[in-house]
């Protein structure tokens, strides 16, 4: 049987990216091996949202070089965002590679897996299909990825993926929601709906387009039974967010009525498009897990304005103080972004003190990169790599300090926990919070199960705890 080796950079997309691909290749009669070494095909699924990515994988398009060599008859694939950037010019970059796909092309594969030995393929065309339409080949059993919706339009000024991933597109409503219920049947507990901003969702869809029946659906689900009950508003007393047409308020309303699915998480929300529907929906819907992504990138409103972020530090405080007063038990987490062309001494101390204002449960810390065909490439003022590096160092000493503060507040509380199986060491258990807090634990319990655990120990990062 000819076998594949797959290799995943970048985002949950990504991720949800490789999924499908898996599919396709067991499709065509390919089985999966964990060493390049021992695979007829290999495939690289890319990020190029920032320059690392870049860098991660030439090292291993070096190892794909050396192979091909010894074996021209090895078949080497790149997918995903970076071909997708540099189309004809990736094949000169990298001549070794056969067959390259941007990530709205992934459909394609199994044709380009047919033809590659008739010449290099390169498939680059803006296509509305949606990988979340293809076949899917997860790894975990009771958690699964979901695609919303694809793109993004908001063409922030650092920011690649408008170009690679296309404009903001929303994938049917009864689309997702059957994907969801035959996740359920299947035997999924718990899915991740994802997105470039899943806030923007059903902007491109007719305002008449149903969303799933979500009277109908509440009703048929007795409230009694969901957890905690009490502590949410009554789902007849809601407002019919589907209203005006479909948004993501209205799709969260809809999958939550599916049975079998306990959590429902999402990823990725954009600031400016977080609505009070959402907030209303994470506060009133039990399977939407208190966990918000919330990426601020700066505290300073001139750099927020050269990134055009589309908010003001102000707004972006209010949006946490709503959230956490609706919603006390959230956790609220960010992607924050140091050395951006321009800033300053008094803008960096502005994210610093944001870092404090916000309370952030954890944040993801980047240093600017430029992205060739971005606004930002172009502006004046770029960062040494000294100052940015100091700079980010600050960072991530304000951020885990904060994470470390809030996780320690756990400590004492039991929290459930759905079991993803043995924990890295293989002493303990692992699983996540509802607040997707890792959590290793003591005590008997099966992947899947969701279980109370009594928190003991805390690190920025992470639980320690027993059943």
């Not at 300073?300 to 956490?324: C, F, H, K, P, W």
């Not at 003190?353 to 065909?373: H, N």
């Amino acid at each position: 049987m000819p076998t594949y080796y797959l290799r995943t950079f970048g985002c949950q997309m990504n991720e949800h990216d490789a999924e499908r691909i898996r599919a396709l290749l067991e499709a065509e009669g390919l089985e999966q091996r964990a060493e390049p070494d021992d695979a007829d095909v290999l495939v690289y699924n890319t990020c190029t949202v920032r320059k690392s990515a870049d860098e991660r994988l030439a090292g291993h398009l070096g190892t794909a070089a050396r192979l091909k060599r010894e074996d021209p008859d090895r078949l080497v694939v790149v997918t995903g965002c970076l071909p997708q950037a540099e189309q004809a010019a990736f094949f000169e970059r990298f001549p070794f590679v056969d067959v390259a796909l941007g990530p709205q092309n992934l459909s394609h594969l199994p044709e380009a897996l047919r033809a590659f030995h008739h010449a290099p393929q390169g498939y680059f065309a803006d296509d509305p299909a949606m990988s979340g339409e293809l076949p899917s080949r997860r790894q975990r059993r009771y958690q699964a990825w979901l695609q919303v919706m694809s793109g993004c339009t908001n063409f922030c000024s650092y920011c690649i993926v408008p170009f690679v991933r296309g404009p903001e597109r929303s994938r049917a409503p009864r689309a997702i929601i059957d994907e969801a219920r035959r996740l359920a049947a299947d035997g999924v507990r718990e899915i991740t709906l994802l997105g470039q901003n899943v806030n923007a969702y059903g902007r491109d869809l007719t305002s008449g387009a149903p969303v799933g029946a979500i009277d109908e659906a509440a009703a048929r689900r007795d409230p009694a039974a969901r957890r905690d009950p009490a502590a949410r508003r009554d789902p007849a007393a809601r407002r019919d967010p589907a209203a005006n047409g479909p948004t993501f308020a209205s799709l969260l309303h809809a999958l939550d009525a599916v049975d079998g699915i306990e959590r429902i998480r999402f990823t990725t929300s954009h600031p400016k498009d977080l609505s009070r529907d959402l907030i209303d929906a994470l506060a009133e819907l039990p399977g939407v897990c208190e966990h918000v992504h919330l990426p601020a990138q700066s505290g300073s409103d001139r750099i927020l304005a050269a990134m055009r972020r589309g908010y003001t530090r102000e707004r972006y405080l209010q949006l946490v103080a709503n959230l956490r007063q609706r919603v006390p038990s959230v956790a609220i987490t960010t992607d924050l972004i140091v050395g951006f062309p321009g800033e300053t001494g008094d803008d960096f101390a502005e994210t610093l003190s944001l870092v404090g204002e916000a309370d952030f449960d954890g944040a993801f810390t980047f240093v600017y990169s430029p992205r060739p065909g971005t606004a930002a490439a172009a502006l004046p003022g770029h960062l040494s790599d000294e100052v940015k590096r100091e700079r980010v160092q600050r960072l991530i000493a304000a951020t885990q300090q904060t994470a470390r503060r809030r996780r320690q507040a756990m400590v004492g509380r039991r929290y459930e926990v759905l079991v993803e199986g043995p924990s890295r060491h293989g002493e303990t258990l692992r699983g996540r919070t509802r607040q997707n807090v890792t959590v290793n634990f003591s005590g008997a319990a099966r992947p899947g199960e969701l279980v109370d655990v009594l928190i003991e120990q805390a690190t920025s990062t992470t639980l320690k705890g027993r059943r």
